[in-house]
């Protein structure tokens, strides 16, 4: 076998001995579109397989790849010695663009181009097999696909589209097949943080389906699979990708090993800057197929419009942008003064963020003040409150007006410290008499134990809880058009799978429906600003779909429930802080029709 064992490619025919006259004094027999490598459309992770990438009105890409293929078509002896290579060497460019419409819908194109040729020439009967090794284009290619479902980046996205091929190629050089082709595919890809994967499945039909040298051609089923993992935060995929085809009408000729050319190719794919994205693959044929290398090697460079909007520059990304920031390129702190906003302090020996020459305590890490007698002292119990002002600066507490209590504890925080505290466990309000002050007063409105000064729903009975918010709540109840939850549905990351750590609350949301029947509920899902708008309103009616599905299995009528996502069109609170985004991730249940049912007040 002249050394090449199992992995040459190309025809394994017999042909006969030796060499003949030149190619030209003989019928050449017609040529077709030998290389099986078909790039993914622009802006894809992959060099075969599509990433599914649909975001964007409009939204462009285009780039090159580099294709580079080692023994895709050669002819062999009976003895099994190599007779000749055919098309040895074969260098191709992929010239390709593609545009979004309206989050769902790409159009794309390719543009084949043949640089560089090398290659022998045989004789097979009475007709010559040869490459003009010319530079030559391939077969153009126009593709349209439509997504289905999901979006880029999620576990699933699927999309169909299909691809058409124009014969401006040249079956002389082996870069077409001198009639149309025509590929409808079934795309699938996803991606489960770090692992990332994508498919697609493909019936092409080729007008061009003569025979070649006693091997069988048509229509075809093509392939591809690729799976690996995205690192470094994103801007890195990584793995390997398979993808082949087979003839189809032909009984003998289905995944039989002439006719089924698959190839595999280790590659990655970088972000190299914001909208550049450069690649590498190389790897083998892996069966004697028409068009099959020994070796391919590729590389990539692409441009892909930016989806989001850019945020404000922050070189040194000391979180002061850079139109404000006095030092761009050196991390600093935020100061009042225009001339050294974002620049380092001068010295900070307790690296508490205060420069020395304003720090009233420059050798102990402290907080700052507004007076300047205390700015950058210590604060030992960390209750926000330092130690030169704090009349308990060993024990965490809370602030007061009286400089004797200011910084000491109030267990019960009811606004009266510990130490005057009559009843230090239990909230109460502030006396004259040292007997009741901190004391709860009488009144119990709902009959919960927990006095209506300290009940935030004085008027439904409810458990104590830590955060004087929810103090005395219960936790489901009928309010201004609403159930009220006390706490939020938890939701698993990214997801509308609802934690167990919520049927408590969803129960009591169950028991009021089932309380009071002929109430009708929207279920209302929304989310922070976080992510793009589509796919925030997506996975908030996901999740409001989730928990209405949630109370349909427990009994209510699917009738008597809407749910609709808003993401995060209606925020109840800023989505500047983490606390606020947390607020603004929630689900809402707003009384749509409810002729009998009393309102709590």
Not at 186 to 204: I, K, N, Q
């Amino acid at each position: 076998m002249n050394g090449r064992g199992l992995l040459v490619c190309g025809v394994c025919v017999a042909v006969s001995l030796g060499m003949t006259a030149p190619a030209h004094a003989q019928a050449r027999a017609p040529g077709f579109a030998l290389n099986r490598f078909e790039p993914s459309e622009r802006g894809s992770d992959w060099f075969s397989a599509e990433s599914l990438d649909f975001r964007g009105h409009p939204r462009f890409a285009i780039g090159i790849v580099q294709d580079y293929a080692h023994d895709p078509l050669v002819f062999y002896r009976p003895n099994g010695d190599e007779e000749a290579s055919i098309v040895e060497d074969q260098l191709f460019a992929h010239l390709g663009a593609s545009v979004n419409l309206a989050h769902r819908v790409r159009l794309a194109l390719n543009l084949p181009i043949a640089f560089a040729q090398t290659g022998d020439a045989a004789r097979l009967g009475d007709q010559a097999i040869a490459s003009d090794n010319d530079l030559a284009f391939g077969d153009l290619r126009f593709g349209v696909d439509l997504r289905l479902l999901g979006a880029y980046r999620e576990p699933v996205s699927l999309a169909v589209g299909a691809q058409v091929f124009v014969p401006t190629g040249s079956q002389d050089s082996y870069t077409g097949d001198g009639a149309g082709r025509v590929t409808p595919r079934l795309m699938l890809a996803g991606e489960l943080t770090p692992f990332v994967y994508a498919g697609h499945v493909g019936f092409t039909y080729r007008a061009n389906d003569d025979a070649f040298a006693g091997v069988a051609r048509g229509s075809e089923l093509s392939v591809a699979a690729a799976a690996g993992v995205r690192v470094l935060d994103g801007r890195l995929v990584i793995g390997p990708e398979v993808f082949g085809s087979t003839v189809v009408g032909e009984a003998d000729a289905f995944f039989a090993r002439r006719t089924t050319p698959l190839e595999l190719i280790l590659g990655a794919h970088a972000l190299v800057a914001r909208a550049w994205r450069l690649g590498g693959g190389i790897g083998p044929g892996l069966t004697r197929a028409l068009g099959t290398p020994e070796l391919r090697a590729l590389l990539s460079l692409e441009w892909h419009q930016p989806f989001d909007k850019r945020a404000p520059s922050d070189r040194d990304r000391d979180t002061i942008v850079d139109i404000e920031d006095a030092c761009p390129n050196v991390p600093g702190v935020r100061t009042d003064d225009a001339k050294t906003n974002g620049c380092p302090p001068v010295r900070d020996r307790d690296g508490d963020g205060i420069p020395d020459d304003v720090d009233a305590c420059p050798e102990l890490p402290g907080a700052a003040s507004d007076d300047p007698r205390l700015h950058g002292c210590p604060d030992r119990d960390e209750d926000t409150i330092i130690d030169p002002e704090d009349a308990c600066p060993g024990v965490a507490g809370v602030k007061s007006a009286d400089p004797k209590a200011h910084g000491c504890p109030d267990v019960d925080a009811d606004g009266v410290v510990d130490s005057a505290d009559a009843c230090p466990t239990q909230p109460g309000v502030r006396t004259d008499d040292p007997k009741t002050n901190g004391c709860p007063p009488p009144k119990d409105s709902d009959g919960d134990g927990i006095f209506d000064p300290q009940d935030a729903c004085p008027n439904a009975a409810g458990p104590a809880d830590p955060d004087p918010k929810k103090h005395g709540c219960p936790v489901a109840r009928v309010e201004q058009g609403q159930i009220r939850i006390r706490e939020q549905v938890q939701f698993a990351y990214n997801s509308a799978q609802i934690l167990k750590a919520s049927d408590f609350i969803l129960e009591a949301v169950l028991k009021i429906l089932q309380d009071n029947t002929k109430i009708q509920v929207g279920v209302q899902g929304h989310t922070d600003n976080k992510g793009g708008n589509a796919y925030n309103k997506q996975l908030s009616r996901r999740r409001a779909e989730a928990v209405a599905a949630w109370l349909v299995r427990q009994g209510i009528d699917k009738e008597r429930l809407k749910a609709e996502g808003f993401g995060a069109e209606r925020p109840k609170d800023t989505n500047d802080t983490d606390e606020g985004r947390a607020s603004n991730r929630r689900v809402e249940f707003h009384i749509l029709d409810q002729p009998d049912a009393a309102e709590t007040k």
